[in-house]
Nanobody
Protein backbone atom coordinates (compact mmCIF):
# COMPACT_ATOMS: atom_id res chain seq x y z
CA UNK A 1 0.00 0.00 0.00
CA UNK A 2 1.03 3.59 -0.61
CA UNK A 3 0.76 6.43 1.89
CA UNK A 4 0.67 10.05 0.82
CA UNK A 5 1.05 13.15 2.97
CA UNK A 6 0.59 16.62 1.49
CA UNK A 7 1.95 19.90 2.79
CA UNK A 8 2.42 23.45 1.58
CA UNK A 9 -1.10 24.78 1.22
CA UNK A 10 -2.18 28.11 2.61
CA UNK A 11 -3.53 31.58 1.89
CA UNK A 12 -1.95 33.72 -0.81
CA UNK A 13 -2.91 36.84 -2.70
CA UNK A 14 -3.72 36.75 -6.39
CA UNK A 15 -0.54 36.63 -8.43
CA UNK A 16 1.36 34.88 -5.65
CA UNK A 17 2.99 31.46 -5.52
CA UNK A 18 2.79 28.29 -3.46
CA UNK A 19 4.62 25.00 -3.58
CA UNK A 20 2.78 21.85 -2.61
CA UNK A 21 4.70 18.78 -1.60
CA UNK A 22 3.57 15.18 -1.28
CA UNK A 23 5.66 12.76 0.74
CA UNK A 24 5.32 9.20 -0.51
CA UNK A 25 5.90 6.07 1.57
CA UNK A 26 5.01 2.40 1.48
CA UNK A 27 5.05 0.34 -1.72
CA UNK A 28 6.74 3.05 -3.79
CA UNK A 29 7.98 0.66 -6.48
CA UNK A 30 4.37 -0.15 -7.41
CA UNK A 31 3.58 3.44 -8.40
CA UNK A 32 3.01 4.14 -12.09
CA UNK A 33 1.72 7.68 -12.11
CA UNK A 34 1.55 10.45 -9.54
CA UNK A 35 -0.48 13.57 -9.78
CA UNK A 36 -2.24 16.46 -8.17
CA UNK A 37 -6.00 16.91 -8.23
CA UNK A 38 -8.14 19.66 -6.81
CA UNK A 39 -11.70 20.04 -5.63
CA UNK A 40 -13.44 23.37 -5.19
CA UNK A 41 -16.64 23.65 -3.09
CA UNK A 42 -19.59 22.19 -4.95
CA UNK A 43 -17.38 20.98 -7.79
CA UNK A 44 -16.07 17.59 -8.87
CA UNK A 45 -12.49 16.66 -8.20
CA UNK A 46 -10.38 17.43 -11.26
CA UNK A 47 -6.89 16.62 -12.45
CA UNK A 48 -4.34 19.44 -12.28
CA UNK A 49 -1.14 17.70 -13.38
CA UNK A 50 0.37 14.22 -13.46
CA UNK A 51 3.77 12.66 -14.02
CA UNK A 52 4.39 9.06 -15.00
CA UNK A 53 7.18 6.80 -13.82
CA UNK A 54 8.72 7.25 -17.28
CA UNK A 55 8.78 11.02 -16.87
CA UNK A 56 5.82 11.89 -19.09
CA UNK A 57 3.93 14.94 -17.82
CA UNK A 58 0.37 16.07 -18.39
CA UNK A 59 -1.18 19.41 -17.44
CA UNK A 60 -4.79 20.37 -17.69
CA UNK A 61 -5.54 23.33 -19.93
CA UNK A 62 -6.37 25.71 -17.10
CA UNK A 63 -2.78 25.46 -15.81
CA UNK A 64 -1.64 27.52 -18.84
CA UNK A 65 2.06 27.33 -18.00
CA UNK A 66 1.60 28.56 -14.44
CA UNK A 67 2.20 25.28 -12.60
CA UNK A 68 5.08 22.80 -12.67
CA UNK A 69 4.93 19.23 -11.40
CA UNK A 70 8.14 17.43 -10.58
CA UNK A 71 9.25 14.32 -8.72
CA UNK A 72 12.21 14.16 -6.37
CA UNK A 73 13.06 10.48 -6.32
CA UNK A 74 15.81 10.95 -3.76
CA UNK A 75 13.32 12.40 -1.28
CA UNK A 76 10.32 10.35 -2.46
CA UNK A 77 8.23 13.44 -3.01
CA UNK A 78 6.12 14.83 -5.82
CA UNK A 79 5.77 18.57 -5.87
CA UNK A 80 3.57 21.16 -7.51
CA UNK A 81 4.99 24.64 -7.96
CA UNK A 82 2.12 27.04 -8.53
CA UNK A 83 2.77 30.55 -9.80
CA UNK A 84 0.45 33.39 -10.84
CA UNK A 85 -2.31 31.99 -8.65
CA UNK A 86 -5.81 33.29 -9.18
CA UNK A 87 -8.92 33.17 -6.98
CA UNK A 88 -10.36 30.44 -9.20
CA UNK A 89 -7.45 28.22 -8.12
CA UNK A 90 -8.93 28.11 -4.62
CA UNK A 91 -9.60 24.47 -3.75
CA UNK A 92 -8.47 21.53 -1.69
CA UNK A 93 -5.52 19.97 -3.49
CA UNK A 94 -5.01 16.21 -3.29
CA UNK A 95 -1.99 14.11 -4.06
CA UNK A 96 -2.75 10.92 -5.98
CA UNK A 97 -0.73 7.82 -6.76
CA UNK A 98 -1.80 5.17 -9.25
CA UNK A 99 -0.37 1.82 -8.23
CA UNK A 100 0.04 -1.42 -10.15
CA UNK A 101 -1.19 -3.33 -7.09
CA UNK A 102 -4.36 -3.02 -5.04
CA UNK A 103 -5.42 -0.50 -3.89
CA UNK A 104 -4.82 0.99 -7.31
CA UNK A 105 -5.81 4.54 -6.41
CA UNK A 106 -4.22 6.16 -3.39
CA UNK A 107 -5.06 9.62 -2.07
CA UNK A 108 -3.62 12.02 0.44
CA UNK A 109 -5.78 13.84 2.96
CA UNK A 110 -5.74 17.08 0.99
CA UNK A 111 -4.34 20.54 1.61
CA UNK A 112 -6.29 23.78 1.33
CA UNK A 113 -5.18 26.46 -1.10
CA UNK A 114 -6.96 29.81 -0.85
CA UNK A 115 -6.22 32.67 -3.23
CA UNK A 116 -7.60 36.07 -2.27
CA UNK A 117 -8.37 38.78 -4.81
Amino acid sequence: QVQLLESGGGLVQAGGSLRLSCAVSGNIDSINTMGWYRQAPGMQRELVAAVSSGGGIKYEDFVQGRFTIFRDNAKNTVNLQMNSLQPEDTAVYYCHARSSTWPYDNWGQGTQVTVSS
